[in-house]
Each structure stands twice: as C-alpha cells, then as structure tokens.
C-alpha cells in the first residue's frame, strides 16, 4: 500500500459518456500527478498540481479536465473519450514538486479504462 | 529533450538465472536515474536509485550503476525470483531543467518457476 488510493480501478465508458476518476492521498505531500500508460509507450505525463494549482498540462486534449480541489484529492473528468484513450490512468504524488535528485513518486494502482 | 531507451521486452527467465535490463539515456546536465517496478496490478514503485556518477544503486538485490561515459544506467540481478515478475521503468529528472521525471517504456520481465 503506497498510500496513494485510485478509483475505480476499472471503467467501461461509451464515446459520448462523462465520467470520473478519483485520486485520494493521505501522505500529506504537496504535488500530484496524472500519467497515462499505455502498451508499448513510454508513461506519459498528463498534468500536475502542485499546492493545488495545475503547473503543468502536457497538451492533454480537453476531453480530459483535471481539478485539485485540495492536496489530498484529486479528480480526472472525461467526456466525448475516443477508444485510443483507453489505457491505464495513473495518479501519483509527491513531497514537493520538482526537486530533482530528491524526487520520489508514489503511485496509485491505476485506473485501467476501455473505451467502446 | 530528455529522454530514456530502455530494451524492448518481454524477458522471459527461469528462477535463479541472471537479469540484465539495459536502459540508456539522453539528457543535458547531470541528471538523476531511477528504475522502478509495477507488480501485476498495482502502482509504480521506486526501486533504486543514483544522483551522480558512478554511483550504484541497489535494493532487494538489483543493483544499477550510473554510467556517464556509456550514459548507461542497467538494472542487474545475480539470481531472479518468480516474484520479481513485474513490469520495470528506467526513468530520469533533471535537476538542471527543473523537470518531472521521464520514463521509458518499460520492460516486462517474466520469471518462471
């Protein structure tokens, strides 16, 4: 248990369904993340928050909308998806964000999504 | 920008055989390197890591050295186990541009009994 708690851990959605993915952190760390993994790709990252303002949006098509409502929590709204967005959804989290040597993410077990 | 290649899986082992994954990588500066594993069904977790040259680092009996001159950073294990089955990243940070880490594709190792 890495203290990071993702759900659900898994989601079948149509293209015209809204939907959302839940992140909760009881680690009292200050940045979280958004990755996507998928088969044969390098994780990609999605956004991150740091003290709940989003620092970084990897441009993420706007069917994905994040929102950090407070440092333990945060959320992935998805709408209009298309099926190559299926994949793995990872949440992760962090003391501080962006400390080079000393960084050290810890993850959640994932959402893994399929789109019809 | 940086980047990190790591060798095409999937690896396929019998217990107690020797593991070599090799991963390299592109980036300005000194950066830090880091591999971590993703068990079935769960998160990434970190598993080693080196902040500078020559630098090994090692845990539950994988080791990896930094390597400037090669930019190298390969994960070795003297003697694999049915549960070291995972997925493994090698992944890098920048301190000298300020960046969140980069990861590779991953490999994906299967050791059986």
């Known amino acids: 248990e890495t203290g990071v708690t993702q759900t659900p851990r898994h989601l079948v959605m149509g293209m015209t369904n809204k939907k959302s993915l839940k992140c909760e952190q009881h680690?009292?760390?200050?940045?979280m993340y958004w990755y996507k993994q998928s088969a044969k790709k390098p994780l990609e990252l999605m956004f991150v928050y740091s003290l709940e303002e989003r620092v970084e949006n990897n441009s993420v098509p706007s069917r994905f909308s994040p929102e950090c409502p407070n440092s333990s929590h945060l959320f992935l709204h998805l709408h209009t998806l298309q099926p190559e967005d299926s994949a793995l959804y990872l949440c992760?989290?962090?003391?501080?964000?962006?400390?080079?040597?000393?960084?050290?993410?810890?993850f959640g077990s994932g959402t893994q999504l399929s789109v019809l | 920008g940086d980047s990190v290649t790591q060798m095409e899986g999937p690896v396929t082992l019998s217990e107690e055989a020797f593991l070599t994954i090799n991963c390299t990588y592109t980036?300005?500066?000194?950066?830090?390197l880091f591999w971590y594993v993703q068990y079935p069904g769960e998160g990434l977790q970190l598993l080693l890591k080196a902040t500078k040259a020559d630098d090994k680092g090692s845990n539950k009996g994988f080791e990896a050295t930094y390597r400037k001159e090669t930019t190298s950073f390969h994960l070795e294990k003297g003697s694999v186990q049915v549960s070291d089955s995972a997925v493994y990243f090698c992944?890098?940070?920048?301190?000298?541009?300020?960046?969140?880490?980069?990861f590779g594709k991953g490999t994906r190792l299967s050791v059986i009994a």
């Open positions: 980036a300005t500066g000194y950066p830090s």
């Open positions: 992944a890098l940070t920048n301190p000298t541009g300020n960046t969140p880490l980069v």
């Open positions: 680690l009292g760390h200050n940045a």
């Open positions: 992760a989290s962090s003391p501080d964000n962006y400390r080079g040597a000393d960084e050290k993410l810890f």
